[in-house]
């Protein structure tokens, strides 16, 4: 499973309390670039961050990693699968007894500035998706943003990503003030062709 989560630029370690150091690093003065996105600056913040992300992982609807690039073997941000959900299969059908989530949405993706436009991203995403696809078997895998963060809008969409509209009103904005979001998602039947196009995407990089 650990060799699941590395790529050639990075790798996915399970996030843990002692990371809240290297995280408070990797978000300090980026204020600006997390304009939409919640990420919390200072020790105490950042613990609390993380500890709520593993309230979710030990209740079995998160999993949280942080970021580590391969070549400096430094902290680039954070990610996680959260809002899993498992379906209430019938003994008649043939996913009776199943484990693994039935769906679930990528998100909390935040990065430090100098990991934007690096593929880091890509990676990040091809690792994941190819994980809840190839091992989970998740039916579809969702994003989802805030309307007004159209650098995310479109980071979504490159992947392949399908949108499907707007929540409205559907959550506390970074900046506290009700957002709405932008929805989108990738199926099970779309993960071939999903994965082949982040493929040549990270070919490139």
Partial sequence: MENEWIGNKIRLEPLELIHVEGLSLAAAGNQKLF?????????E???EYVKSALEQ????TGLPFVIIGNEDGAIKGSTRFWNMTYWPWPSDTPEFGRTAPDVCEIGHTW???SSIKTGINTEIKF????YAFEY???WRVNFTTDVRNLQSRAAIERLGAKFEGLIRAERMGADFTIRDSARF?????EWTEVKARLQRYMESY
């Fill in 111 to 113: 990065l430090t500035a």
């Fill in 45 to 47: 913040a950042l613990a």
């Fill in 136 to 138: 989970w078997k998740v």
């Fill in 35 to 43: 304009q939409w996105t919640a990420v919390p600056q200072g020790i």
């Fill in 57 to 60: 992982r030990d209740a079995g």
């Fill in 185 to 189: 998602s990738i199926l099970l039947s």
């Fill in 127 to 130: 690792l994941m998706l190819k």
